[in-house]
């Protein structure tokens, strides 16, 4: 049964540049989520997707954009890259959208110089 | 939005002691988890509980919903239990979809 994947692994960028950041849901799963981990501190949601759909949105600028694809993989991309954009982030996946378990992926850590 | 404070924001052991790792949340929740998060950044699941308790190993957790809290124990800690424990929670009150919001962690240290 394989779990949730993430590429690339690690990432080195320069400001002002676009990345794109791959998830694939664990087997089963229909949900994809996208969190953004800063050094110390705890995971914060970017945005979720069910259906090809943004769902459910946190606090990010427009910059950060996604999508979900038929097969329930998803994309995370942020434009015009920022200092503070260097960050580890995770992709999650469930079944279905409310009160469910959701398990996460090793995480893609981005530094933007 | 719903708050998540975890307390203490560090534990330092001896291998073998027990110790016991607590969550707070300021609204009702639909679903709340404990996670290990190892020194790679890989967030591992330890326990789905929104309440009631479990046990896997020499983990357990028990959430009381009622009072907005829940805890973890660990007992008889190894070297191997060091790393950074986050509780995340859904709030039950919510647009469409299931986001988790994190605690600020909990770093354990556990030393041979």
């Known amino acids: 049964d394989a779990g949730v994947t993430q590429s690339p692994t690690h990432l080195i960028k320069t400001r002002g540049q676009q990345v794109t950041l791959r998830c694939s849901p664990k087997s089963g799963h229909d949900t994809v989520s996208w969190y953004q981990q800063a050094l110390g501190q705890g995971p914060q949601f970017i945005f979720q997707?069910?259906?090809?759909?943004?769902?459910q949105r946190g606090n990010f600028p427009d910059r950060f954009s996604g999508h979900q694809f038929p097969n329930y993989s998803s994309e995370l991309n942020v434009n015009a890259l920022l200092l503070g954009d260097s960050a580890l982030y995770l992709c999650?996946?469930?079944?279905?959208?409310?009160?469910?378990?959701?398990?996460f992926g090793p995480g893609t850590r981005l530094t933007v110089l | 939005g719903i708050q998540v404070e975890q307390s203490p924001p560090d534990l330092i052991l001896q291998e073998g002691a027990n110790s016991t790792l607590r969550c707070n949340f300021s609204?009702?929740?639909?679903?709340l988890q404990w996670f290990h998060q190892n020194p790679w950044g890989q967030l591992i699941n330890l326990f789905y509980?929104?309440?009631g308790t479990k046990q896997n190993g020499r983990l357990s957790a028990t959430t009381v919903a009622t009072e907005r809290y829940s805890l973890l124990y660990i007992s008889s800690s190894q070297t191997t239990d060091s790393g950074v424990y986050f509780c995340a929670v859904e709030g039950m009150i919510k647009a469409a979809g299931n986001k988790l919001t994190f605690g600020g962690g909990t770093r354990v240290l556990v030393k041979p």
């Open positions: 999650a996946s469930s079944l279905g959208l409310a009160g469910v378990e959701q398990f």
């Open positions: 609204d009702s929740v639909n679903n």
């Open positions: 997707y069910y259906e090809e759909e943004e769902r």
């Open positions: 509980i929104p309440s």
